[in-house]
């Protein structure tokens, strides 16, 4: 069964920066890429970060040079430190593999306060 359990969230002043991580069980991490979606209320869902398996990364044009993903395949885990943080940036974050879907699973709620 995947599993893919988010932590890391919080409320932050605007500036201030947080770490996610996402631990992965249930497949094999080497062979799927991975990435951070966000969903804030009454938003639809959106892709924000990417990492292949060869850790090429892409970012969503709003979080470029703020936001760094980046994984340990040892540990299972996909990271994602974000810095310069925005109340825009107020969302719940979920962690993604390549067989899941956008969205899905408990998440991690970031707030970002003015």
């Known amino acids: 069964e995947v599993q893919l359990v988010e932590s890391g969230g919080g409320s932050v002043q605007a500036g201030g920066s947080l770490r996610l991580s996402c631990t992965a069980s249930?497949?094999?991490?080497?062979?799927?890429?991975m990435g951070w979606y966000r969903q804030a209320p009454g938003n639809e869902c959106e892709l924000v970060s990417t990492?292949?398996?060869?850790?090429?990364?892409s970012y969503l044009n709003s979080v470029k040079g703020r936001f760094t993903i980046s994984q340990d395949k040892a540990k299972n885990v996909v990271y994602l430190q974000m810095n310069s943080l925005k109340p825009e940036d107020t969302a719940t974050y979920y962690c993604?593999?390549?067989?899941?879907?956008?969205?899905w699973g408990q998440g991690t709620q970031v707030t970002v306060s003015s």
């Open positions: 993604a593999a390549s067989m899941t879907s956008p969205c």
């Open positions: 249930g497949f094999t991490f080497d062979d799927s890429g």
């Open positions: 990492i292949s398996t060869y850790s090429d990364t």
